[in-house]
């Protein structure tokens, strides 16, 4: 966490659980507007976002103040854990002008992820063909086939799986960029790095990474 630059934005982790999200908004908003004026606090249910949360201060030196000196302070019976945020937030990119929406920004990259979609499948069907009859599959041949790329094909994912969801694992890699899932067939993502070495790690990290018991993640790269 050293290497983060200070930001006006931070994250809490480590908060009691059981606590419900207004209720969790209304007491993080109290406890922290002491420091300055508070643009946004962002507190999640998801399954693995639970305990944490995200507060956006007008400025840094507010956000500073409230990580140095809350830093540990027992919410809810738990101790705090603060950090400065690794990205910038939508509400700060909006006021600086460097907001970029989302949807519009990805609607090239879908059709890109579209065509190596169709690629992957093209190739998995090709190495079944080229088996002889009665030969058993192989294994986890499709993992190791594409040449070393940026961006990562995850296949075999939860229905309910979800794009915060993939960044929470994903983002403590070097070099991660984004998550971009595929709405039109649930179960399959597209994850970018900013360079195929630092994808090569993350597909290592969380090859067959069970996002349930059932659902062990296929990670291959994307086809060029």
């Known amino acids: 966490m050293g290497d983060i630059s200070p930001s006006q934005t931070i994250y809490l982790n480590n908060i009691n659980e059981k606590v419900k999200k207004d209720e969790l908004k209304k007491a993080v908003h109290a406890c922290f507007s002491q420091f300055g004026k508070i643009l946004d606090v962002v507190c999640l249910k998801t399954f693995r976002l639970r305990g944490q949360a995200w507060i956006v201060f007008e400025d840094v030196t507010a956000a500073t103040n409230a990580l140095r ?57 090709q190495t079944t063909a080229a088996a002889p009859p009665g030969a058993p599959p192989p294994v986890n041949a499709n993992k190791s086939q594409a040449p070393p790329h940026n961006i990562l094909f995850i296949q075999n994912l939860p229905e309910a799986t979800n794009d915060r969801m993939l960044t929470k694992l994903f983002q403590q890699f070097p070099g991660f960029r984004e998550v971009r899932m595929v709405e039109a067939k649930p179960g399959i993502a597209f994850v970018e790095f900013e360079n195929d070495m630092q994808s090569s790690v993350a597909m290592a990290g969380l090859q067959d990474f069970k996002v349930t018991p059932q659902h062990p993640m296929q990670i291959t790269f994307g086809n060029k």
């Not at 970029?100 to 190739?123: H, L, M, T, V, Y």
């Open 69 to 125: 000196q809350m830093q540990g302070f027992p919410l809810y019976d738990k101790a705090l854990r603060i950090a400065y945020a690794k990205g910038k937030s939508d509400v700060v990119a909006k006021a600086d002008g460097s907001f970029f929406p989302r949807e519009k920004n990805r609607d090239k990259r879908k059709g890109e992820d579209r065509e190596r979609e169709k690629a992957a499948q093209s190739k998995k069907r």
